[in-house]
């Protein structure tokens, strides 16, 4: 068969006309949805790429607070322990303190109940022992007896010293009413004589303690005077009796039981305020 070169042109012709059809029409079309499948390939593998960046950085922001989270947790629990701690500390020494006043106070307690009863017997035996006493001397007194207690006050008058003689003088010269005399029995006439004699041989032998000739003297019997006799003027007073002595060595006991409460302080120790309280603590 002879070779056609019309032929060959013509389907030449025509797959030019085939390629360029192709091209414009299924190639271009093909390789654009190729590019734009791997454009949006591209782009979805972008954002799967920023998603998976914002997921690691949200999971990094996640353990950073969980790890701030357990460090807040672990503060505040170590500081709940400390204060449990220290109040349970407080509440302790709080305990310790109560118990040991507590305990203080009933030592105290105890102690001025003892004190107080035994300061109340020695009282009452020291007034029953001066009661007894003043009671036996009373029922012991006699009028011979009085008129030696005179006898023992007039020479007591007689030789009073200076300075008391001036002391009693000024009390007799100021003096709006008599001079009293009293005694446990009514003095004789005698006696209350002799008193007289005695006021004025004293105050009128010192030329400082002169008095007028007579001083005027009231006498009045007294029953607590205890033989013996007091004579009391504007407020000074001279006396003698065994009333006095049993007033002196009263008040000379009253002394020495104070010196010994006083010494019984000091030799008692105070309440162990530094005692330890320990109470039971059971572990959890």
Not at 76 to 89: P, Y
Not at 110 to 132: C, H, M, P, S, W
Not at 151 to 164: G, I, P, W
Request: glycine residues 2%; charged residues 35%; hydrophobic residues 40%.
């Amino acid at each position: 068969m002879p070779f056609n070169w019309f032929t060959v042109g013509a389907q030449a012709l025509n797959f030019l006309i085939l390629v360029c059809l192709m091209k414009r029409f299924l190639y271009k079309p093909i390789r654009n949805a190729i590019d734009a499948r791997e454009n949006r390939i591209a782009t979805e593998l972008a954002d799967a790429d920023a998603q998976k960046a914002e997921a690691k950085k949200e999971r990094d922001e996640f353990q950073h607070k969980n790890e701030e989270f357990d460090q807040q947790r672990a503060a505040l629990l170590s500081k709940a322990t400390e204060e449990a701690k220290a109040e349970r500390q407080r509440l302790l020494d709080e305990a310790r303190k109560d118990a040991v006043a507590l305990r203080a106070k009933q030592q105290e307690t105890l102690r001025n109940d003892a004190k107080g009863l035994n300061q109340a017997i020695t009282r009452r035996t020291q007034q029953e022992v001066f009661a007894i006493a003043r009671k036996a001397l009373a029922d012991l007194a006699s009028t011979s007896l009085e008129e030696r207690m005179c006898e023992v006050f007039t020479r007591r008058l007689r030789e009073m010293d200076n300075k008391a003689k001036k002391v009693l003088a000024g009390a007799l010269k100021t003096a709006s009413e008599p001079a009293l005399v009293r005694s446990a029995f009514e003095l004789p006439a005698e006696q209350r004589a002799a008193i007289q004699n005695a006021m004025n041989e004293t105050f009128s032998s010192d030329p400082s303690t002169v008095l007028r000739a007579s001083i005027n003297i009231r006498f009045e019997t007294a029953p607590e005077v205890i033989s013996g006799i007091e004579l009391t003027s504007n407020g000074q007073k001279i006396a003698w009796s065994i009333a006095d002595y049993l007033t002196s060595l009263e008040k000379g006991i009253e002394e020495l039981l104070k010196d010994k409460e006083k010494l019984e302080a000091k030799v008692d120790p105070p309440p162990d305020t530094k005692a330890e309280f320990k109470p039971e603590v059971k572990s959890q």
